[in-house]
């Protein structure tokens, strides 16, 4: 896939996968890169409607070599999302939280009784 050329493209590829959030890991972290890309853009553009992105190139908003990574990255990470599945009965859910001084998340699990026990990395 392309990256984005204008931040109207990036604007529509961002809601696109924003939709998707909740089933990326670290998503907040992946795509920040793009959302300040997106503000860059709003301001040289006047505006934050998508007409108005769609005059803005990336040249006029300092989209580089990082953005385009960012970009790269969001998308493999919709490629290999994490599937939603019904909670099994047998299966005890686990919750895993993560917050620093920029992102927060969190991922519920579900393990085996035995399971349990093993270290986080297993």
């Known amino acids: 896939m392309q990256p984005a050329q204008t931040a109207g493209d990036l604007q529509q590829f961002l809601c696109a996968a924003n939709r998707m959030r909740r089933s990326i890991p670290e998503y907040t972290r992946i795509a920040a890169t793009l959302y300040e890309a997106l503000e860059r853009a709003a301001k040289v553009a006047g505006s934050r409607k998508k007409n108005k992105h ?13 953005e385009i ?4 990255d969001v998308h493999r990470a919709l490629l290999g999302m994490v599937p939603l599945a019904y909670p099994k ?4 859910l686990c919750l ?24 986080l990395e297993e």
């Open 54 to 66: 769609a005059r803005a190139r990336f040249s006029d908003a300092s989209w580089s070599d990082k």
């Open 89 to 92: 009965a047998t299966a005890d």
């Open 69 to 72: 990574a960012s970009f790269e």
């Open 96 to 119: 895993y939280t993560h917050a620093s001084q920029d992102f927060w998340g969190a991922v519920v699990t579900q393990l085996e009784p035995d399971e349990v026990s093993l270290p």
